[in-house]
């Protein structure tokens, strides 16, 4: 079972639309972050959020935290061929920095 | 800023071979390291992570074990390579302070 639930797990969107991944967690987290992957690539990250309900805006993705810090939202306005790649939740657990399975987006131009 | 370097880039091994995949740091003291391995295309396998010289912990019973001679130093291991071991390992290093990740370009192991 993984303690981050990313979905959907694959999304193959026009170039243009908007879209929304999702990460949930049964669990408190002090922060959560984001992070774009590459093939043949390590991740990089994107943002943290910190405080319960924060929105972060970096150009067309918004990124929100809950309320109760147990999940989070990326959203990405106008997506663009660009975009494309793996995306990532991570959540600190104790020492550990636990990951999401990812979602996959791709963007056709 | 942190730096990580991770080598090989690539490397393909025969079964019964021992690896050695090497992790190092640059401009940060006393972070956490940690070794993921990635299937294609998916998420981050936890396999090991320390928070200090000697300190290792694991997180799935495997065929690898991890060390941390050194500080800015974390190295991932195995005796005797499987076919299951083939995959993209990767390096990443978290400054406690703050629990974003830097990640080296990763490893991708081919075990023949």
């Known amino acids: 079972t993984q303690l981050l639930e990313q979905s959907p797990q694959f999304l193959s969107i026009q170039e243009g639309e908007n879209l929304t991944v999702y990460c949930n967690s049964s669990?408190?987290?002090?922060?959560l972050q984001w992070y774009r992957q590459e093939p043949g690539e390590g991740p990089v990250l994107l943002v943290t959020?910190?405080?319960?309900?924060e929105v972060k805006k970096l150009k067309r993705l918004t990124f929100q935290f809950g309320d109760a810090r147990k999940d989070s939202s990326l959203h990405i306005t106008a997506a663009q061929p660009g975009d494309t790649g793996l995306y990532l939740c991570?959540?600190?657990?104790?020492?550990?920095?636990?990951f999401g399975a990812g979602t996959i987006l791709r963007v056709k131009s | 800023s942190q730096t990580i370097h991770q080598w090989p880039a690539t490397l393909v091994q025969p079964v019964g071979s021992p690896l050695s995949l090497e992790c190092t740091v640059e401009?940060?003291?006393?972070?956490?390291l940690y070794w993921y391995r990635q299937a294609a295309g998916r998420g981050l396998q936890l396999l090991f992570y320390?928070?200090?010289?000697?300190?290792i912990s694991s997180e799935v019973p495997q065929n690898l074990s991890a060390s941390r001679p050194q500080d800015r130093q974390f190295i991932l291991s195995s005796k005797k390579l499987l076919l299951s071991d083939s995959g993209f390992y990767l390096c990443?290093?978290?400054?406690?302070?703050?629990?974003?990740?830097?990640f080296g370009q990763g490893t991708r192991l081919t075990v023949v």
């Open positions: 320390s928070v200090g010289i000697g300190q």
């Open positions: 990443a290093c978290e400054d406690p302070s703050n629990t974003e990740a830097f």
């Open positions: 959020v910190v405080t319960g309900g």
């Open positions: 669990s408190v987290f002090s922060s």
């Open positions: 991570a959540g600190a657990q104790g020492n550990k920095l636990v």
């Open positions: 401009g940060t003291s006393n972070p956490n």
